[in-house]
């Protein structure tokens, strides 16, 4: 029972090949000289190349980065104080409420989400574009990061806030000092979730955005539907390049965390 | 809480600053998530015309002081009378039970191969787990395109073996929307499972072996009640968002793949039917709030 | 210690005293966790809070912190009412039971992180951090961060950090609680020396009382948010206010009986577990007939096979049980009635001339001032 049997393994392997092989080969064929995606036509980098020239795919990716970049950086500030409202404030009036709106966006449908954000905007009369995506990405970002940082701090020891405050520390200056230095790692994670969230999203994009704000997934989306080509294996390589990257470089930075908390 | 009225002075200015401290996060979720669902209600009780924005207006100042109210039922009634809405909400709410059962299984079996695993493994097994969860999902689709169509490489490889002699058609069909949503919600079923059962109490099994229960029936016995808040969380993770998927049925799906979601996109996009968009989006909110409700109970008790 | 403090201030009543908890409530929600609650802590005292857990005492040092709310009542330190200062404003200062070291700071810089938040100058902190780091011998650590150290470190720098501010009152949380046995007598001492070193007012919780009577100048027994005494550790020990303190404060024989009056030896009682009547010499104000207890501790019951030749508070018994602890050992004897006294014995001789054993007849005996008289 307790042992890492033939049933265990088998399981692994199976299960990481399902998850990885679709991955591993559209990466590969990424480098593939032959316009069609089943025959190999040699090693090549074109597609990379003429990546390099599709105006509309460096366009959108530029736009992503920037919607990404801001909508994460707002979302991990105010899903750290989410967060901490939901560990460190005990009971407030409205919490049952709160706490509903921290886990609702993480499994509604996006199609609800994107619809109803969008349909809000048209009725204020705002301007659709980067702005109005950004701003939704903000609003479900913030939630993942708000669960990253309420597991952090449920193996938070609540004295060494109080040992500050006791020591002279004001309430202000011991959240900076002392409690978001601890949690550093864990609202690193969260930023880095939120950017690749922001990176990822299709549905929720293509209902907030307008003219000129064409995010890359939405690219990519049109150009899937016109069918499968090596240029989106290549774009898709480098997007899964990045995230790869950052995940490795968050784990890093978890596992130090982890072991911190296992010496103290 | 009686005591309000004798709340010191440097206490207060500790209560004011909590009480911004809440109301800032609070304040944004309150405007951004929960705001504009009072705007679809509204949308969905009203006409669709050619104008920009393409509905009509709820409420109407004319002459008179008091607006009237021009609430219509209409997009409603429509989604009863139309057949294909009702066929939609059932056929996604079983491909939604059926996949998250699928899932469930392997998810487990790989979850709990992944917690028995030698400790030095599993922190990277874990990051395999992972990693497609942050990989895009649009992407990760998007691979199986090129493997499950008629001419792909599933097909090529089956026919170079000679397991087959036709191409298998799986493109374009319900069973490439079940693939597609096991493998894209995978890792949402795997992590809260994980975290279940790598913190079980070893000796929990080993007393249940001790005392004569052997390793099959301890399975079913100790191991998989002692999980199920893990199983919920990952069935909650799985079967709500997939009740709303869209990119799935629409990349993988074929024309007779009935899927709510993408019911909804199309009423968005092509048709250009808002309150319809809305009223569909309204009842299967409606669906959905009990499981959402029952999925942060869960969280909650899981955190406390 | 200067001169000019007296040994006892509490019983001087000329004494004002440094501390004062006046009439102090503390509810959670419907809970009283404190219960108008009064005490008095004096200047230099080592006070200890000692009680099961549950029991208020560490609810009482956090509202000492300021970390708790008072429900009702107010705190005095030095003559002013700190019950409204937040506790980064209080001049007391903590040390917490998982010591709440900042993980990502060195030795020296949570030792000097209190001084930083009073803007002292530099030079000042790295010499008062230098003292502090010597008192607690840990001058070599000064730059380890806290996963370096080991328990008994960690410990020292909780300490020197609380202490670094010169606190006029010192709270530790169970200072010791993590420490394993041998290590905490060791350090029950060094405690004892910095704080006769400092001169400064210690308030301790703990839940162990052999700790609790190593170390203070008094101890506040609690149960269920109140204080049932306050006294010297000797006086808890040797003359406990009911069963419960003396249940709770080491071992101790309760014999239960009604109250026949006094003669010339002393308090007469009516036991169950004796044929006779027995006698202890404490006097108390009851009458006849009422419900009463002797407290004796073990090691003032004589134990022997031999008849003792004076005939007052005899009781005979068999021995069940030995627990052989090296230098002494107790035994278990049961009565006829079959309740069962415990008696400790120093091991002497290392002959057998003395040596009792199971299922040895025995006699127990004890000295009329021996027994304490409880009323309730």
Not at chain 1, 238 to 259: D, E, F, H, P
Not at chain 2, 219 to 245: D, K, N, Q, R, Y
Not at chain 3, 322 to 333: E, K, R
């Amino acid at each position: 029972m307790k042992k890492f049997g033939n049933f265990n393994i088998a399981a692994l392997v199976i299960g990481f090949s399902f998850l990885y092989i679709p991955i591993i080969l559209l990466i590969l064929f990424s480098f593939n000289e032959s316009r069609l995606v089943t025959v190999w036509g040699g090693f090549s980098t074109k597609w990379y190349g003429e990546l390099m020239q599709n105006q509309g795919i460096k366009d959108a990716a530029w736009v992503t980065i920037k919607v990404a970049f801001v909508s994460s950086t707002v979302a991990t500030i105010l899903g750290t104080i989410a967060g901490l409202v939901m560990t460190r404030f005990g009971n407030f009036r409205g919490r049952t409420l709160f706490s509903g709106m921290i886990y609702a966006p993480m499994v509604m449908p996006e199609v609800i989400i994107g619809l109803s954000t969008l349909l809000m905007f048209v009725a204020l009369a705002v301007d659709r574009g980067v702005f109005t995506v950004t701003l939704a990405h903000i609003t479900f970002s913030m939630c993942y990061v708000a669960v990253v940082i309420q597991s952090r701090m449920s193996s938070y020891d609540d004295s060494i806030t109080e040992a500050a405050l006791d020591l002279g520390c004001t309430p202000f200056r011991t959240f900076i000092l002392i409690t978001l230095p601890i949690i550093l790692p864990a609202v690193i994670s969260g930023w880095l979730l939120s950017f690749t969230l922001s990176l990822d999203d299709l549905v929720i994009a293509s209902f907030t955005s307008g003219p000129g704000s064409t995010t890359l997934p939405m690219k990519i989306y049109s150009m899937v539907r016109l069918g499968v080509t090596p240029e989106i294996n290549a774009v898709s390589t480098i997007l899964v390049g990045l995230v790869t990257l950052g995940v490795i470089s968050a784990s890093i930075i978890g596992r130090r965390q982890k072991q911190n908390i296992i010496k103290v | 809480m009686k005591n309000k009225q004798k709340i010191p002075g440097p206490f207060k200015s500790l209560l004011s600053g909590r009480f911004a401290v809440i109301a800032i996060p609070y304040v944004w979720l309150l405007s951004f998530f929960l705001l504009p669902f009072i705007f679809v209600l509204k949308i969905s009780l009203a006409e669709p015309i050619m104008a920009i924005p393409p509905y009509t207006a709820l409420l109407n100042w004319g002459d008179s002081w008091l607006p009237s109210i021009q609430a219509s039922l209409d997009s409603y009634l429509f989604l009863f009378s139309d057949s294909l809405y009702i066929k939609a909400y059932l056929s996604s709410l079983k491909i939604a039970i059926i996949s998250t059962i699928l899932t469930l299984i392997i998810g487990y079996s790989i979850a709990y191969s992944v917690a028995r695993a030698p400790s030095r493994w599993r922190g990277i097994l874990l990051m395999l787990v992972i990693l497609p969860f942050w990989t895009s999902f649009l992407i990760r689709v998007y691979a199986w395109i090129g493997i499950l169509k008629t001419e792909g490489l599933l097909n090529l490889a089956l026919m170079t073996i000679g397991l087959i002699d036709k191409p298998l058609i799986i493109m374009n069909t319900d069973l490439a929307v079940y693939i597609g949503i096991v493998y894209s919600y995978l890792p949402f079923m795997i992590l809260p499972l994980y975290a279940n059962l790598e913190k079980m109490d070893m000796s929990l099994l080993e007393a249940a072996a001790d005392l004569g229960c052997r390793p099959f029936k301890t399975f079913w016995t100790v191991t998989v009640p002692l999980s199920l808040p893990g199983i919920l969380a990952g069935c909650f993770l799985v079967f709500i968002p997939v009740m709303g998927e869209f990119v799935i049925p629409d990349l993988l799906g074929g024309s007779e793949t009935l899927m709510i979601g993408k019911v909804l996109w199309t009423e968005f996009f092509y048709n250009r039917d808002w309150p319809v968009a809305s009223a569909v989006a309204i009842i299967l909110l409606a669906l959905l709030v009990v499981p959402i409700m029952l999925y942060q109970r869960s969280q909650e008790k899981a955190i406390s | 210690m200067s001169e000019t403090l007296t040994a006892s201030p509490w019983l001087d009543s000329s004494e004002k005293p440094y501390i004062q908890i006046e009439n102090v409530t503390k509810k959670f929600g419907d809970f009283t966790a404190i219960d108008n609650l009064k005490l008095d802590i004096y200047k230099n005292e080592f006070f200890s809070l000692l009680g099961p857990s549950g029991c208020g005492k560490t609810t009482l040092l956090r509202m000492l912190a300021g970390f708790e709310k008072i429900t009702d009542g107010r705190i005095l330190l030095d003559g002013e009412d700190i019950s409204e200062i937040p506790p980064h404003l209080r001049p007391i200062n903590m040390m917490f039971q998982s010591y709440a070291l900042f993980p990502h700071m060195t030795v020296e810089k949570n030792i000097a992180f209190g001084l930083k938040q009073d803007n002292l100058p530099e030079s000042e902190i790295k010499q008062r951090v230098e003292e502090m780091l010597e008192l607690v011998e840990l001058t070599d650590f000064a730059k380890r961060k806290p996963n370096q150290l080991s328990g008994g470190q960690s410990q020292r720098v909780a300490l020197a950090r609380s202490l670094a501010k010169r606190p006029k009152l010192l709270l530790l949380d169970e200072p010791l609680g993590a420490l394993d046995k041998r290590l905490r007598e060791q350090t029950q001492f060094e405690l004892m020396d910095i704080q006769e070193k400092l001169e400064v007012t210690f308030v301790i919780v703990t839940h162990d009382q052999e700790e609790a009577m190593t170390v203070s100048s008094r101890i506040g027994v609690m149960d269920s948010g109140n204080l049932v005494q306050v006294a010297t550790p000797t006086e808890i020990y040797e003359a406990p206010i009911n069963k419960d303190v003396a249940d709770f404060i080491g071992d101790v024989n309760i014999l239960q009986g009604v109250y026949k009056g006094q003669n010339e030896v002393g308090t007469q009682l009516q036991s169950e577990d004796s044929n006779s009547i027995v006698f202890a010499t404490q006097e108390v104000d009851a009458s006849p007939g009422d419900k009463m207890w002797f407290a004796i501790r073990p090691e003032k019951l004589e134990i022997s096979k031999k008849k003792p030749s004076d005939d007052h508070n005899i009781l005979r018994g068999k021995i069940e049980d030995i627990a052989y602890g090296g230098s002494f050992s107790t035994y278990h004897v049961r009565l006829q009635n079959g309740r069962i006294l415990k008696a400790i014995r120093a091991n002497r001789e290392r002959t057998e001339e003395h040596h009792l054993t199971w299922e040895d007849e025995v006699y127990l005996q004890w000295a009329p001032h021996s027994a304490v008289v409880l009323l309730s």
